[in-house]
């Protein structure tokens, strides 16, 4: 059984930084597209980075050049480093796979001004 655990969120004035971690267990990670998403209060969940098995990234364009995914084979976790956090970052931040299979309980990410 997949589980996928969050942590790392907070309360952050704008301009801060956060790391968010997710270690993933039930599965071979090491070969697994990992993926951040967010879902902000009356909004969908959105795609906010995603990094391949052999490390290549892909950027939401509202987070591109302030955000940086990476992971850690080793640890089964993957990280979402988050700088220059705007009002709009606020949202509950979840990782999961491209399809995903069931979310974890994410982590709230609530950034003030």
């Known amino acids: 059984q997949v589980q996928l655990v969050e942590s790392g969120g907070g309360l952050v004035q704008a301009g801060g930084s956060l790391r968010l971690s997710c270690v993933v267990s039930?599965?071979?990670?090491?070969?697994?597209?990992m993926v951040w998403y967010r879902q902000a209060p009356g909004k969908q969940r959105d795609m906010v980075a995603s990094?391949?098995?052999?490390?290549?990234?892909s950027y939401a364009d509202s987070v591109k050049g302030r955000f940086t995914i990476s992971r850690d084979n080793a640890l089964n976790t993957v990280y979402l480093q988050m700088d220059s956090l705007k009002l709009e970052d606020t949202a509950v931040y979840y990782c999961?796979?491209?399809?995903?299979?069931?979310w974890g309980q994410g982590t709230q990410v609530t950034v003030s001004s």
């Open positions: 999961n796979f491209p399809s995903p299979i069931g």
């Open positions: 990094i391949t098995a052999s490390g290549r990234t």
């Open positions: 039930g599965t071979i990670f090491s070969i697994r597209l």
